[in-house]
């Protein structure tokens, strides 16, 4: 074992790990990365097929991204966004509030994912406090949510795995079906379904909403549930919906955010604009910890007043709009502008249906689900009856222990296997990637079934 593996079973806790399994197998440390490739501390290189959990954008070791850090570096590394401003943070606010979807026009900065989403949870609260409307203190989230880790964003969380341990800690949130077609328990063929799952939030809505500060929502994916897509229509409907009823729309494009569903925002793909959006991993391209929750002038001037009046909104971070970070994601911008990223991407999101429909007909594939660069691939013990495997076959981990020994580094959520590979990856890379992942999974499921975890 070498040195740094040793040190850090002897000294480090990973997120979302069974530490007592990774103790006892062989942990690849990673000493750099290039491109789209990451190399180990033995020089063996894999590819970053999941985007290094999602952020990475333009691939590693951009020179424009680290041109832009090495220049902030040289002026400063951070300092406060309380009582003081800096030159990217203001720089990049301008220039978020141009790419997002209509009406939001202010930029709240913090430090990644779940910190975006709380901000938004305690905005639209206070929001509705200022405008008189004291009873709309609840949020309405979907089945299978996912939306952090801290104790606000799993109050409006839906995975019963990571959240249910957690629950006497949370506040009640009401919750409304998944719109999955594949899992759905409404109605089991799309076209003739009428969205009922969106039905269901009105039903709610019609009886419920004084007491509804806002609705989150991932927007066209569920990504953490295991890359759930929902059907066309849906998030328009369920912004007629929220506006219809006077109850706040947050986007959690934490995810789907830069480019990654083949629009810049995954709100484009039905033309919604909603009141508040959050965002971090691609926003720097996967540099450096960043997040900005996102809201409408409407909003922002509830928060204007006398200082007798308390309405400032207390919350903040110490490395809140981190001016190198904040560098980073100027850039980031600056390359989709630059290198026509979106453009670029339609024959390579078409190069992956190719190949997932191949993977479709495979024997223990149950479901492909593709959204731009988005993909899960959900394995089945028996795909007619949608019978799964049992969780302790580990079979979506299997695959991903397989795929490593052929050179791609990939991550399951349960038995969906996950392919988020850089939007910088060519064609040719993202056919690689997914063979890679067919071949694994032919022969962890069509042979022994090797049981492992990741
Ligand atoms: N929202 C969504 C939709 C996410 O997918 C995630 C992370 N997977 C988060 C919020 C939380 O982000 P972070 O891990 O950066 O806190």
Request: hydrophobic content about 40%.
């Given at each position: 074992m070498m040195d740094t593996?040793?040190?850090?079973?002897?000294?480090?806790?990973h997120p979302f790990t069974q530490m007592q399994d990774w103790a006892a197998r062989p942990q690849k440390v990673i000493a750099a990365a290039k491109g789209i490739k990451l190399i180990d501390t033995e020089g063996k290189e894999f590819y970053d097929g999941v985007s290094?959990?999602?952020?990475?954008?333009?691939?590693?070791?951009?020179?424009?991204?680290?041109?832009?850090?090495?220049?902030?570096?040289?002026?400063?590394?951070?300092?406060?966004?309380?009582?003081?401003?800096?030159?990217?943070?203001?720089?990049?606010a301008e220039q978020l509030v141009e790419v997002t979807p209509c009406g939001l026009n202010k930029v709240?900065?913090?430090?990644?994912?779940?910190?975006?989403?709380?901000?938004?949870l305690k905005m639209a609260f206070q929001y509705w406090q200022h405008k008189g409307k004291m009873k709309k203190q609840k949020f309405?989230?979907?089945q299978q949510a996912y939306h952090g880790d801290t104790v606000g964003t799993v109050s409006v969380g839906g995975i019963d795995l990571f959240h249910r341990v957690f629950k006497p800690l949370l506040?009640?949130?009401?919750?409304?079906?998944?719109?999955?077609?594949?899992?759905?328990?409404?109605?089991?063929?799309?076209?003739?379904?009428?969205?009922?799952?969106?039905?269901?939030?009105e039903a709610v809505?019609?009886?419920?909403?004084?007491?509804?500060?806002?609705?989150?929502?991932?927007?066209?994916?569920?990504?953490?549930?295991?890359?759930?897509?929902?059907?066309?229509?849906?998030?328009?409907?369920?912004?007629?919906?929220?506006?219809?009823?006077d109850v706040l729309l947050i986007a959690d494009e934490v995810a789907t955010g830069f480019g990654r569903t083949g629009k810049m925002f995954a709100c484009e793909h039905e033309g919604v604009e909603p009141d508040m959006m959050t965002l971090s991993k691609g926003i720097t391209g996967g540099y450096m910890p960043l997040a900005a929750t996102l809201t409408t002038d409407e909003i922002y001037q509830a928060f204007l007043g006398g200082y007798s009046e308390k309405k400032t909104f207390y919350h903040g971070h110490s490395y809140t709009g981190n001016p190198l970070a904040c560098a980073a994601a100027l850039a980031n911008l600056a390359i989709f502008k630059?290198?026509?990223?979106?453009?670029?991407?339609?024959?390579?999101?078409?190069?992956?249906?190719?190949?997932?429909?191949?993977?479709?007909?495979?024997?223990?594939v149950?479901?492909?689900?593709?959204?731009?660069?988005?993909?899960?691939?959900?394995?089945?013990?028996?795909?007619?009856?949608?019978?799964?495997?049992?969780?302790?076959?580990?079979?979506?981990?299997?695959?991903?222990?397989?795929?490593?020994?052929y050179g791609l580094i990939i991550r399951p959520i349960g038995d969906v296997i996950i392919c988020m590979p850089p939007l910088a990856s060519t064609v040719e890379e993202i056919e690689t990637m997914l063979e890679i992942i067919k071949r694994s999974i032919r022969e962890i499921t069509e042979t022994s079934m090797a049981t492992t975890a990741l």
């Open positions: 593996e040793r040190k850090d079973k002897t000294f480090v806790w290094s959990l999602w952020v990475n954008i333009h691939g590693h070791q951009h020179s424009k991204i680290d041109q832009a850090i090495i220049e902030q570096l040289g002026k400063v590394a951070h300092t406060t966004m309380l009582g003081l401003s800096n030159i990217p943070a203001v720089e990049l709240f900065y913090s430090d990644d994912g779940s910190t975006a989403v709380e901000v938004a309405i989230s979907l506040f009640s949130t009401v919750q409304i079906p998944s719109p999955s077609c594949y899992h759905c328990q409404i109605h089991s063929e799309s076209a003739i379904c009428g969205l009922q799952c969106a039905a269901a939030l809505l019609a009886e419920h909403h004084e007491e509804i500060a806002a609705m989150v929502i991932e927007p066209m994916v569920q990504a953490a549930a295991g890359m759930l897509m929902s059907p066309p229509g849906y998030l328009a409907k369920i912004r007629e919906i929220t506006r219809k009823y630059e290198e026509r990223v979106i453009e670029g991407l339609a024959p390579k999101i078409e190069a992956a249906a190719a190949k997932l429909k191949e993977m479709e007909a495979l024997t223990h149950g479901s492909v689900r593709q959204c731009g660069l988005i993909i899960g691939i959900e394995l089945m013990q028996d795909k007619y009856c949608k019978i799964p495997y049992p969780w302790e076959a580990a079979s979506g981990a299997s695959v991903c222990c397989k795929a490593r020994e």
